[in-house]
């Protein structure tokens, strides 16, 4: 007979679970300071609503010969921030939190700036910044929770890897923008 490995045994399992159930999610095992993971989690709701209001500025402003498809991709972003900040805002609830949606504080509250860029290749490149900042900061909130916190840390991972997505397509737009601008024939200034 295989012995089981080093785990509790059920009953003891059974009886913690109802013990303070009142905690939802949070059992007594939870290692990680709770309060300061709704902190950071704040602070990543107000990144993602940022970075949001950022990409659907740059959607509906975006002109110039290129800016049809980089609109599209702005959108999309916009979209998929919209959704980080949803699952940002559900496990700050399930951690016994409430998230702060207010606009009062947004911008300092998020990691990331909101800056409008006036060109195509302006708006690209704030985008690339913004994304490059989420990604340093829920790196270092995933070392940060460690093993005390796996659900959260695991978010973290889930959005870490689409913003990191996001960096790529901004990079890979920054170069085939700048090859279209060199590679376009000058036209002379029209003289009058």
Do not use: W
């Not at 402003?61 to 699952?87: C, I, K, M, P, Y």
């Not at 559900?90 to 207010?102: D, H, K, T, V, Y």
């Not at 290749?121 to 900042?133: G, N, P, S, T």
């Amino acid at each position: 007979m295989t012995e089981r490995p080093n785990l509790s045994n059920i009953t003891t399992l059974r009886e913690r679970a109802r013990k303070h159930i009142e905690g939802g999610a949070v059992i007594d095992e939870y290692k990680a300071d709770r309060a300061m993971v709704i902190k950071l989690l704040d602070e990543a709701l107000a990144t993602e609503i940022v970075c949001s209001l950022r990409y659907k500025r740059h959607y509906f402003t975006a002109h110039g010969l290129a800016s049809l498809s980089v609109a599209e991709e702005f959108l999309e972003h916009a979209r998929q921030e919209d959704q980080h900040a949803e699952r940002f805002a559900a496990r700050i609830c399930e951690l016994g939190g409430a998230p702060n949606f207010s606009p009062h504080g947004l911008a300092e509250r998020s990691h990331a700036e909101y800056v409008e860029g006036h060109t195509l290749m302006d708006m690209i490149r704030e985008d690339l910044v913004a994304e490059r900042i989420a990604i340093e900061s829920y790196r270092e909130i995933i070392t940060y929770l460690g093993n005390d916190d796996p659900t959260t840390r695991r978010l973290f991972e889930d959005i870490l890897a689409v913003e990191e997505e996001h960096a790529e397509d901004l990079a890979s737009l920054t170069s085939r923008l700048g090859k279209e601008e060199h590679s376009r024939p000058s036209t002379p200034p029209v003289q009058g």
